[in-house]
């Protein structure tokens, strides 16, 4: 392997890896302070698709719609928490579980009947479609502006934990919950702030998402969230630093899996993936980053 091809199949992987990083990190957002696994976190991807495909055909510029998206994929989020997970929160880690999924099919089911079962296309601006040459190493636009906005949302959620009173109050809220509510401090806003989050990241997800795949579906965040879950799950579930970690070195296995694997073996690359991530996870079974603190189920 000489070391431009290398070093171009690490730019794919943080390309991908980036965009798993944002969702793992979503997950592990609400996972480490209410202890939900929001499997409904897909459909946000979608939500936000189908926000940003509808704004364009109303006639909105290309920034603008973004912005919808985000906003709808944020409100989305909050609507989620309010009406689903805020009845059961004190429930089991069972019930959370299915109530997630409830969630997510049927959010699928309103997509396909009152939308489309078929992939809507979406109009990516052309200035989107150029490719980029540093050196001998050539790195599509959307490649690149994934790359970028993945490091800026993941600098930017940094300093909010730790320079805001919300921040702070999400990361004791991490360490333990209940002490946080004798302190006085609002249940539900760090909750509903802790989604809000996750609904941004799913919807940037979703955003560079669409600009790769060019189209939206109901189905369209399935896979990315399942890659999302395993992800987190290499880093240490609850652990943010953990999900990043694990986003980004799961993008990579795919990557290198599938600029080396023989052309045979091809269609069994996530298979290849799934057993590399056991490998890891047998030298660490509580992840690379695992929370010290442990999480009741």
Same mark, same amino acid.
């Given at each position: ?9 690490? /730019? ?10 944002? /969702? ?39 920034? /603008? ?30 019930? +959370? /579980?299915?109530?997630?999924?409830? =969630?997510?099919?049927? !959010? ?13 296309? =979406? ?31 993941? !600098? ?12 702070? %109050? ?20 760090? =909750?509903?702030? %802790? ?6 990241? %799913? ?40 999900? =990043?970690?694990?986003?980004? +070195? ?48």
């Amino acid at each position: 392997m000489s070391m431009d091809i290398f070093l171009q199949q690490l /730019l794919n992987a943080l390309s991908l890896g980036g965009t798993y990083a944002l /969702l793992a990190l979503g997950l592990a957002v609400v996972f480490s302070i209410i202890g939900l696994i929001n499997f409904a976190h897909g459909e946000l991807m979608t939500v936000t698709g189908y926000a940003i495909c509808f704004a364009l055909i109303w006639g909105l510029p290309f920034p /603008l719609a973004v912005i919808a998206g985000l906003v709808v994929a944020i409100a989305a989020a909050l609507l989620m928490e309010r009406i689903a997970f805020r009845p059961v929160r004190g429930a089991s880690g069972t019930t +959370l /579980l299915l109530t997630s999924f409830a =969630v997510s099919a049927i !959010l699928r089911v309103l997509f396909q009947n009152i939308i489309s079962a078929r992939p809507i296309p =979406v109009s990516i601006p052309s200035s989107m479609s150029g490719v980029v040459t540093i050196g001998p190493l050539h790195l599509g636009m959307i490649q690149l502006i994934s790359i970028v906005v993945t490091l800026v949302m993941l !600098l930017g959620l940094n300093l909010f934990l730790h320079r805001t009173m919300a921040g702070r %109050a999400m990361r004791a809220a991490s360490e333990d919950f209940a002490v946080l509510r004798l302190m006085g401090i609002r249940a539900n806003f760090v =909750v509903a702030t %802790a989604f809000a989050i996750s609904g941004l990241l %799913a919807g940037v997800a979703g955003l560079l998402w669409v600009a790769q795949r060019g189209s939206v579906d109901p189905l369209m965040g399935a896979l990315p969230v399942l890659k999302a879950f395993i992800a987190a799950i290499i880093g240490g579930l609850g652990s943010l630093s953990g999900a =990043v970690a694990g986003g980004f +070195l799961l993008g990579f296995i795919e990557v290198i899996l599938q600029a080396y694997l023989p052309d045979s073996l091809l269609p069994y690359r996530d298979a290849f993936a799934i057993l590399l991530v056991i490998a890891v996870l047998l030298f660490r079974p509580q992840g690379l980053l695992a929370r010290k603190t442990l999480v009741k189920l």
